[in-house]
């Protein structure tokens, strides 16, 4: 019996993550289970014998009852607040987020500094989403000195997702060497979009593949805040 625990939040690659985590579990023949409801955790009895579980918005306070090991994917909080702007002001679905159609609204109404400051403040909501804490929030409220679970850049996976997918198993009590893997060329940013990294398409989910790209966007004061109020997740992963 194996689990494999992967908790990850919106915009920490979690589109990415779902095509790859996906992928994994058909060529090992593992259920595949995943979730966007931040509220909602796995009991062991609901999931199959071997399972990879996804949990797309994880919250601490759900996650820490119900799971004893996982990796937990973070993204630099400037990074975050970059590429959700541009998600949600123009290619995220909107369907059934009615919190993110009113932000959208709004958005389409400011300039980009503006939008970009809306975001923040958006992003960092307890009520982001159907009873989901939005991802900065989640992020803040995170015990990161809870050792079950293991941090993993977003930057890092999506580079090697060979390294950082063995390195999950282990993390689930799992060995590397008795699994298949995708292959990681067809997860590359090029494979995906046809484009090299720092190549701007605004009008694709995958818009640049550039992790610096909040340097050319966000406006002073909101990376001060960033710097401010999420000191030790970019002073211990992104210094």
Known sequence: MMHINVFCNHKCGTVWLFKYLKTFAQLNDFQYVSSNRGWKGFEPSELADNAVVMYRN??????SKTCNAG??????????VNSAYFSHLNTHNVDDWLQLKKQRTLLQQMSE???I???????EKSQFYHGTKG???ALGEWQFDDH?????RMEDFVIDP????KRTIVVNGGDPEHFTYPDSDEFSFAKLTGRTVGE???????????PQDWKKHLPDDVKLYLQAHFSYLISEFYS
Request: hydrophobic share 40%; with cysteine; proline share 6%.
């Open 162 to 165: 060979l390294k950082y997918m």
């Open 113 to 115: 500094q503006d939008g």
């Open 58 to 63: 994880a919250q601490y306070e759900v996650i």
């Open 71 to 80: 990796v937990r994917i973070i993204r630099d909080p400037r990074a975050l």
């Open 200 to 210: 701007v398409n605004d009008s694709s989910h995958f818009r640049s593949g550039d």
């Open 148 to 152: 079950r679970y293991l941090p993993i």
């Open 117 to 123: 400051r809306m975001t923040l403040a958006f992003t």
């Open 135 to 137: 991802p900065l929030c």
